[in-house]
């Protein structure tokens, strides 16, 4: 059974960092997209970054570039989003997800597997 758990979230005023963590389990994710997407209160979910397990592409929102890195630690099978220069706008819940690769997508229908999700909540 295939499962994405994601640690890190937490309270932090806005110019903070954060550094979320998404270990998946049940599968080999080497051809998987793995992707962090967010969803504000009464927003929909959307795309933050991705990146493609095997070969390390990455892919970004552009509201997150520059401040956002994703990556992977293989010897740890676990993916990472560093968050940095928080803003109050990027409060939300913080899901980690899983896309059959070799295509990194931004697309929420385009990922199969999700986990239940982290709060970052950023104070003005």
């Known amino acids: 059974q295939v499962q994405l758990v994601e640690s890190g979230g937490g309270l932090v005023q806005a110019g903070g960092s954060l550094r979320l963590s998404c270990a998946p389990s049940?599968?080999?994710?080497?051809?998987?997209?793995m992707g962090w997407f967010r969803q504000a209160p009464g927003n929909e979910r959307e795309f933050v970054a991705a990146i493609f397990w095997g070969g390390g592409s990455t892919r970004y929102a552009d509201s997150v570039k520059g401040r956002f890195t994703i990556s992977r630690d293989s010897a740890k099978k676990t993916v990472y989003l560093q968050l940095n220069s928080l803003k109050p706008e990027d409060t939300a819940v913080y899901y980690c997800a899983a896309a059959r690769g070799p295509v990194v997508p931004t697309g929420t229908n385009e990922y199969v597997h999700w986990g239940q999700g982290t709060q970052v909540t950023v104070s003005s």
């Open positions: 049940g599968r080999t994710f080497t051809n998987y997209a």
